[in-house]
């Protein structure tokens, strides 16, 4: 064999190395590149998952924040109404006709005399000629009420009121206290 031919087998033999040493390292590398994708797949479905969890929470969020707010404004809107019942239902008393008013002074008095048996009474300023008319006690004057009656006794330990504001708001109590078994 020749020494050409010996350089010639070396660089083939060569050659057939380095192309399968480059094969090799191909293969190798295309095995991190999959490893590689696999990982980033994982990583970009587990990212993915995270992200719909916290969508979900940030989307109970707020929706339980936009009912909490409804719910404060449907509250809102009911206290607000019912405070303008009670202001309507305090005018119309105040408008009652006046035979109506005497009638119900005349009960007034009846109840407040089985309390305080002697002392003054006061009444809202279109009561005054019933008030000053009745025997039961001294009128004391006028109070900026709708109707109805405050009592005092003589030695003014003791007073009853008997307003309509007064007598509303107790009933109203029992209204609101009623409406709140219903609901709840």
């Known amino acids: ?17 380095a192309q399968a040493i ?26 993915m998952a995270q992200a719909e969890k916290e969508s979900a929470a940030v989307t109970s969020q ?12 449907v509250l809102a809107a009911e206290a607000q109404l019912r ?7 305090t005018k119309g008393l105040g408008d009652l006709p006046a035979k109506t008013r005497e009638k119900h002074l005349k009960t007034l008095v009846a109840k407040a005399h089985g309390i305080i048996p002697k ?10 000629a019933v008030l000053t008319g ?6 004391g004057g006028s109070l900026p009420i709708a109707g109805g009656i405050v009592v005092e006794s003589e030695d003014g ?14 009933a109203w109590r029992d209204v609101l ?3 709140a078994k219903l609901f709840h």
């Open 177 to 179: 206290k009623a409406e």
């Open 62 to 73: 707020a929706a339980s924040r936009a009912e909490s707010e409804a719910r404060k404004a």
């Open 22 to 47: 480059v094969a090799a390292a191909r293969k190798e590398a295309q095995g991190i590149l999959d490893a590689a994708r696999a990982q980033a797949k994982s990583l970009e479905q587990a990212r």
């Open 119 to 128: 002392g003054t009474v006061w009444g809202a300023s279109q009561d005054t």
């Open 157 to 170: 330990m003791n007073r009853l009121d008997l307003s309509y504001e007064t007598i509303l708001d107790e």
């Open 83 to 89: 405070s303008e019942l009670k202001a309507t239902v």
């Open 134 to 139: 009745q025997k039961t006690y001294k009128h």
């Open 1 to 17: 064999m020749s020494l050409e031919q010996v350089i010639v087998d070396v660089r083939r033999d060569g050659d057939a190395r």
